[in-house]
C-alpha cells in the first residue's frame, strides 16, 4: 500500500492519460465540457429516422458526423455507428495521450462498454431481409451488429494485441467498464488500456420499446428542456449517443513515458438490485451500496467526496431513488456536496453514458468547476439535495464520483481523484 494524503492506494496507481469524445455537444473533450458549462443542451428534432408518427420525436444525436476522418469510407460501410464513434474517440484520446500507435503491444488492451451494439444495425439487416430478400443482406451484417466489435476494431486499427474485451451491464456498462479495466492494470495484466464507452441506438425499434414503457419524455415542442432530472415536472429520458474513450496507465508506464496526467482512478464497485428488469429497488438497497463499496475500495471516507455526477435520468423513480441513496450514504452531508446530471444536456445514450460523466468528473477536478443541472426549474420535495440548478459552480473538487445505474439493476460507480505525487 502506498498513502498520499489522508487515503491510501493499491499499487500500481493507475491514472489517464488520454480522452477523446464523440457527443452531441461536440467532437472533443473541450467543446462538450464548454457547452455543459454553458448549460448548452444538444438535445433537438430526431433525423436519423422518421419519427413523425411517434410520441417522443426529440433525441441528444451527435451532429454532423464523418466517420471518413477516422477510417476509409470501405471501412465504413462495414461497420456499425457505434463502432465507429468508438473508432474516433479512441484515435482521439490516443492523440491526447500522444501515442501514435501501440505497435502490436500485448500489455495494452481494450474494454469497452456497450447495451446494445450493432443492434439498430441488426433491425436494419433484417429488413433488407424481408423485403428484399436473403442474397441482399450484407456480407458485414453479422460482424457489424456484434456487441463487441467497437473493442475488435480499435484494437485492430491501434494494434492493442492484449486483454481485450466488452460490458454489456445497459446504463451502467461505461463506468463498469473503466473501473474493470482499472483493475486490469492493478492485476498486472496490463500497462496500458483503452477504455470506456460507445452506443448509437437512434432508431424506429428503441424509441418504439421505451415509449410503451412509457420512460420517454414527449415534451417535442420543447426539446431543450426535455430532460429535467430532479425537477418535480419531469416526465422520462431523452434518448442520446457517443462515445468518450480513456487512455489508463499505470503510474510507473505513464511516468516513463512522460505522459500528461488528468487524473487518478482511485476505486469503484459494481452490483445488483436482484429486484426487477426496469424499475429501481424504492428503498435504493443496491444504489446504497456501491456507493459504499467504491468509497471504501477507494480507501476514502464521505467526507473526502467533493462532487457527485449523478446518473439522474429524469425518471420519477430513479432520480427519487438515487437522491434516496445519496441521503444514506452521506447523512447530512449530502445536503453540502454539489450534485449534477450531465444528462440533463445529453440525454441519455445508455451504455455511453458514463463514459461522457467520467469526463465531466475529470475536467471538473482539472478546473474546479462544476457543470449545472440543466431545466431545474420546480423543486421536488423527493429531490431536495443540491443538483447545481442551471448555473455552473465553481467548486474545489479533488475527489469525485459518477453514478451509473442500469436496466436490470445493475449499479456501477467510479471514484476519480485528483493526481498528486
Not at 218 to 227: F, L
Not at 302 to 315: K, L, M
Request: aromatic share 8%.
Amino acid at each position: 500500500m502506498s498513502t498520499n494524503g489522508n487515503r491510501q492506494r493499491v499499487e500500481p496507481r493507475v491514472v489517464i492519460t488520454g480522452i477523446g469524445a464523440i457527443t452531441p455537444l461536440g467532437d472533443t473533450p473541450e467543446k462538450l465540457w464548454q457547452n455543459l458549462l454553458k448549460g448548452k443542451s444538444g438535445i433537438g428534432p430526431v433525423t436519423l429516422f422518421d419519427a413523425s408518427n411517434f410520441k417522443t420525436r426529440i433525441a441528444g444525436e451527435v451532429k454532423d458526423f464523418d466517420p471518413t476522418r477516422y477510417v476509409d469510407s470501405k471501412d465504413a460501410r462495414r461497420m456499425a455507428r457505434s463502432t465507429l464513434f468508438g473508432l474516433a474517440a479512441a484515435r482521439e484520446a490516443l492523440n491526447d495521450a500522444g501515442i501514435d500507435n501501440l505497435e502490436n503491444d500485448w500489455r495494452a488492451g481494450v474494454l469497452i462498454g456497450t447495451a446494445i451494439g450493432g443492434f439498430v444495425e441488426a433491425i436494419e439487416g433484417h429488413k433488407v431481409f424481408m423485403q428484399k430478400g436473403a442474397d441482399r443482406v450484407s456480407p458485414f451484417l453479422a460482424s457489424s451488429i456484434l456487441p463487441n466489435m467497437p473493442a475488435f476494431y480499435i484494437a485492430e486499427k491501434y494494434r492493442a494485441r492484449g486483454y481485450n474485451s466488452t460490458v454489456t451491464t445497459a446504463c451502467a456498462a461505461s463506468t463498469h467498464a473503466i473501473g474493470e479495466a482499472a483493475d486490469l492494470i492493478r492485476r498486472g495484466y496490463a500497462d496500458l488500456m483503452i477504455t470506456g464507452g460507445a452506443e448509437a441506438i437512434i432508431s424506429d425499434i428503441v424509441f418504439a420499446a421505451f415509449s410503451v414503457m412509457k420512460a420517454l419524455s414527449t415534451r417535442n415542442d420543447d426539446p431543450e428542456h426535455a430532460s429535467r432530472p430532479f425537477d418535480k415536472t419531469r416526465d422520462g429520458f431523452i434518448v442520446g449517443e457517443g462515445s468518450a474513450i480513456f487512455i489508463l496507465e499505470s503510474l510507473e508506464h505513464a511516468r516513463a513515458r512522460g505522459a500528461k496526467i488528468y487524473g487518478e482512478v482511485l476505486g469503484h464497485a459494481t452490483n445488483s438490485d436482484a429486484y426487477h428488469f426496469a424499475a429501481p429497488d424504492p428503498e435504493a438497497i443496491g444504489a446504497t451500496q456501491v456507493m459504499r463499496n467504491a468509497l471504501k475500495h477507494a480507501s476514502i471516507t464521505i467526507e473526502d467526496v467533493d462532487y457527485i455526477n449523478a446518473h439522474g435520468t429524469s425518471t420519477p423513480l430513479n432520480d427519487a431513488g438515487e437522491t434516496l441513496a445519496i441521503k444514506t450514504v452521506f447523512g447530512e452531508r449530502a445536503y453540502q456536496v454539489p450534485i449534477s446530471s450531465t444528462k440533463s444536456m445529453l440525454g441519455h445514450s445508455m451504455g455511453a453514458a458514463g463514459s461522457f460523466e467520467a469526463l465531466a468528473c475529470l475536467m471538473a477536478i482539472r478546473d474546479n468547476k462544476v457543470h449545472p443541472t440543466a431545466n431545474y426549474e420546480n423543486p421536488d420535495p423527493a429531490c431536495d439535495l443540491d443538483y447545481v440548478p442551471n448555473h455552473a459552480r465553481d467548486v474545489k473538487v479533488d475527489i469525485a464520483i459518477s453514478n451509473s445505474f442500469g436496466l436490470g439493476g445493475q449499479n456501477a460507480c467510479l471514484v476519480l481523484g485528483r493526481y498528486s505525487d
